[in-house]
């Protein structure tokens, strides 16, 4: 059982390149979650979906995009990406909004 | 590689102590709680979870005590051993919403 897999783990973009992230879990988990995380800051939410479908903004989904095509599958897009946008991501799936949320083991994205 | 705060407060135990990490949450509609692990480079690990009708909880070596008239929780580790070792962090979440709010963290560091 993987549980929450996310491709790539590591990746360097420059300034305006576009790129998607990958977020696949197994647990037939119907709510899926991408978070960035920084120094000294907590996760935060950039966009989140309740379904195969459905998609909603977090508390920092400018810059963002998602999709979510397939139940087991969350992709997050960069369209244009910018320096600020360094950072570690983690996407994590829920089995219902009242259970825990099980997370990805991260990836590192720096923007020069 | 380092993927959390560098600055984060920083809770020092000698191994084989009991540890207690806390934190104050924000949010008096929160009626579910989580803390997370988080070792380096890696993403976080669920530990354990407590609701708002419950005031502790217990798992294997972990207690969670949750004191709602102050909005605090505190994590209690007993025995801690080097693989406790990392950054932990408690989450909020209030019924009917889809964001889990994260704190920032804390380090625990256990001594040989």
């Known amino acids: 059982n993987a549980g929450v897999t996310q491709t790539p783990k590591f990746r360097v973009l420059k300034t305006g390149q576009s790129m998607t992230l990958l977020c696949a879990q197994d647990m037939n988990h119907e709510y899926m979650y991408w978070y960035r995380q920084d120094p000294g800051m907590g996760l935060r939410l950039i966009h989140y979906?309740?379904?195969?479908?459905?998609?909603a903004k977090g508390e920092v989904p400018d810059g963002y995009n998602v999709s979510r095509l397939k139940k087991q599958n969350f992709l997050l897009g960069l369209e244009s990406a910018a320096p600020s946008q360094t950072s570690v991501y983690f996407c994590a799936s829920s089995y219902s909004d009242t259970t825990e949320a099980f997370f990805g083991q991260g990836t590192r994205l720096t923007v020069v | 590689g380092e993927s959390v705060g560098l600055h984060l407060p920083t809770l020092s135990v000698q191994e084989g102590d009991n540890s207690i990490i806390n934190c104050a949450y924000s949010n008096s509609a929160s009626d579910y709680f989580i803390w997370y692990k988080q070792e380096s480079g890696k993403g976080p690990q669920f530990i354990i979870d407590?609701?708002?009708?419950?005031d502790k909880r217990q798992g294997q070596r972990v207690t969670v005590l949750l004191n709602k008239t102050v909005k605090h929780l505190s994590l209690q580790i007993a025995a801690t051993q080097p693989g406790d070792s990392a950054v932990y962090f408690c989450?909020?979440?209030?019924?009917?919403?889809?964001?889990?709010?994260f704190g920032t963290g804390t380090r625990l560091k256990v001594l040989a």
């Open positions: 979906s309740v379904g195969e479908g459905t998609t």
């Open positions: 989450a909020e979440k209030a019924s009917g919403t889809y964001k889990y709010i």
């Open positions: 407590i609701r708002s009708n419950m």
